[in-house]
């Protein structure tokens, strides 16, 4: 009798355990290899630094891409957004040329956000921009203009979906109804089943009907929607067989796999070093607002300075990060004065020094990191990059550099830098360098730049 409890207790186990490994055991469509994946991201990883565009109803009311839930708004009343919706001055050409300016390599735009609503023509819902005032698919002008001046195309497509009939209400959205039984009782009749099924319509449609996409930023999950809901594994598989080359975020619920994302995706959030999962340092995009918002949003005033965004940038590339810095368009189709502002002064700051930007990676940990600045690294040419967030007075003291490199320069302008390694205390300077120390010897004045960069030509 015991050992046959014993040996029922065992075989629980052992189904629960074969359980838990099915949920994690690599598809057999998933065969690519870690040296692959490095090849496949590569553009990507010397990118650096990507565009977010949120455009949607959403920027009617101007108050939010939330707005829906937070002010508990009905299907019947945000309808009104819909009827009005005409970005009569939408020109994509001029969105992608300020990509450009800025020095964004990609872009990934909302084709579909929380709310529902599809900005190409898609055959599965008429909850889209042909049938709004405007009248035509918005996505594929936009592609063609972006891909026009060689930024790349990235999809964001939400998971969640406040709009679709058969997207089960729960506590967290849509924003109707409020409590349990009443929820149980609206869900009756809706169908995950049919909803995963849109889903990969939809998806198809955007991956088969715009060329080359190059990334795909699916968003999100929480508890009680996550891979089961969205059967996240089967849609990765649709996604990567109609396009091989894709770069995936990690918001598919998939994160325990080694196969289920791509990237990690922290969101407003400075990570204090390189993210790195399991020990082990893996890609990673920082995605950040100008404000606050993701969408439009009028009367949000905690814009972030030129000054501040340069920093963000810098300082991601130097955890080895990409950017991905939004914009929200307005509802007739434009960036908005503040962002254009933004956009050129980073675009001002990226043109003299995109050099410490475009495939530069942290630095080796062999170099130290001098007080107040950040390093990023270039591996294939083999320079390092101090970004002087402070302009120091005269000298910077870069302990144990000695004959690691050769040549040193501003980079705003290509003008030399002189070094030397002291070795005694000056009469008049009575610091002690250690052996091995260099200082550069930098002029009083900071170069009229937001953030000077000194190169380092590495032996
Ligand atoms: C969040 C928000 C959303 C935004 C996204 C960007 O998940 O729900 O509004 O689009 O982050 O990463």
Known sequence: MKTLRIALVLMILMISQSKLASAQTRPAWATETKEQKVKRMKWWTDARFGMFIHWGLYSVPARHEWVKLYEKISDEEYQKYFNIFEPDLYN??????????????????TTKHHEGFS?????????????TPIGKDLIKPMVEAFRAEGIK???????IDWHHPDFEFDATHPPTPTGQAERDAANKGRDMKKYQAFMKNQLTELLTQYGQIDVLFADFSY????????????????????????????????????????????????PREWIKVNGEKVPWETCQTFSGSWGYNRDENSWKSVPQ??????????KGGNLLLNVGPTARGEFDERANERLEGIGEWMKQHSRSIYGCTQ?????KIPQNCFLTYNPERKRLYIH?????????????YKGKFKYAQLLNDGSEVKFYSPTQAGSHTTETTNEGDVILNLPVQKPNVAVPVIELILE
């Open 92 to 109: 994509p050409k001029q969105w992608a040329a300020m990509a450009k300016k800025a020095g964004m390599k990609y872009f990934v735009i």
């Open 119 to 131: 900005l190409w023509d898609t055959k599965y819902s008429d909850y889209k921009a042909t049938n």
């Open 153 to 159: 195309v990235g999809f964001y497509y939400s998971l």
């Open 223 to 270: 508890p009680g929607k996550g891979h089961a809901e969205w059967d996240s594994e089967n849609l990765l598989k649709l996604v990567r067989k109609l396009q091989p080359n894709i770069i995936v975020n990690d918001r598919l619920d998939l994160d325990n796999t080694d196969w289920g994302w791509d990237i990690k995706t922290p969101e407003q959030f400075m």
């Open 309 to 318: 965004l340069i920093a963000m940038l810098i300082e991601t590339v130097s």
């Open 363 to 367: 630095a080796p940990d062999s170099f």
């Open 388 to 400: 002087l967030m402070q302009w120091p007075f005269k000298s910077l003291h870069l302990e144990g």
